[in-house]
């Protein structure tokens, strides 16, 4: 069974390669940004508000990402 990660601090994916969500809003200021992490500790998407660079990251396994991804 695949698990959803706790939020992490924005440290935890420093340097990570972001982009903006396909399913972003646009131009009405609600845009999410997603990373691919690949480390030792951790592999998944990690996801956050475009806004808030430095702020909380949600963590997922990359299957839960691509289940949830595939439902919105």
Known sequence: MTTI???LPAEVVAGA???RSSHSGGSEGQCVEVAEISSAAHIGIAVRDSKNEHGPVLFL???VFHCFAAAI
Request: proline share 0%; hydrophobic share 20%.
């Open 5 to 7: 990660k706790r939020a």
């Open 17 to 19: 390669d972001w982009r």
């Open 61 to 63: 396994d990359s299957s």
